[in-house]
């Protein structure tokens, strides 16, 4: 069973139910999470995944290398037997908690509290400011250059390290660079247009505009949209099965953001179904 969790204020939640018979055919138990979580993440790019349920001895260790996820279950649920595990791709959740047995269930109770998650990280990068005034400047500076430098140089190497230097010259003068702070974990896909209508929908919002629910809706549109094409793209483009999967596990680690409930709690029947339906709460 497959829940969605939508909040317009953050990232969707992907919460899958498992349970895996201890004599079922493990291939196909890992052919099926494995193609969901691609169908999902294709349709739902921003989502995180969590997978929890009642694995049986299920070996993992492909289903978590594959759609990058994390065991975060690290004792006994029946007995002697870790059989109940929480797979999840957020760095959200802290260590889970054992908990009591409810009534006659011979499966443990299991609660994850989430983490407080650390501010954005930045850095600094220098960019020259361009607008059209600034062109026409930097055009008519070349115009007027008289090239004597490159005339005068002795080789190519010279000619070729006077020319740059002047141009390098007339660009710090009519566009000099200026250090900028930007996210350190943009994403691939977050073009430079985007990032403009991000600035434009920012500043909506800030001066109380009425332009800011249709730049907001048009933003999300964008980034969904970018993130398809790269997706498909990225996938489309690699040739062996270890660089595809290499690519897919670098797209669909997320940057950290409040996305997950700060709580969840699993509590296992020992009787779930493995239903391929997916419910959009």
Known sequence: MWVLIKNPKCAPVIIGCVYH?????????????SSNIIKLSKKYPNAKFTITGDFNRLPIQDIQTQNNLRNIVNFNTREDAMLDL??????????AVELSPIANNDHCCILVNGVETGSRK???????????????????AVALER?????????????????HQIIDRILDKHCPKQTLKC????????????????????????????THAFLKAL?????????????????????????????????TKKAKQSSTPSKIQYISTGNSSNLKTLLRI
Do not use: M
Request: hydrophobic share 30%; proline share 3%.
């Open 21 to 33: 018979p201890p004599n079922a055919s493990v291939a196909e138990t890992h052919d099926y999470l």
């Open 86 to 95: 929480i797979l999840t791709d957020s760095d959200e959740y802290d260590n």
């Open 122 to 140: 930045y850095k600094k990068i220098k960019k020259r400011l361009v607008n059209e005034q600034r062109k026409i400047s930097v055009y008519h």
């Open 147 to 163: 090239w004597q430098q490159v005339f005068e140089a002795s080789n190519v190497h010279d000619k070729a390290l006077a020319f």
């Open 183 to 210: 996210r350190a974990d943009k994403p691939p896909w977050i073009t430079n247009s985007i990032i403009k209508l991000i600035h434009a929908r920012d500043k909506a919002r800030r001066n109380k505009c009425k």
């Open 219 to 251: 933003v999300q549109r964008k980034i969904r949209s970018s993130k398809r094409s790269f997706i498909n793209n990225e996938l489309n483009n690699k040739q062996n099965t270890k660089e595809w999967w290499n690519t897919l596990n670098t797209i």
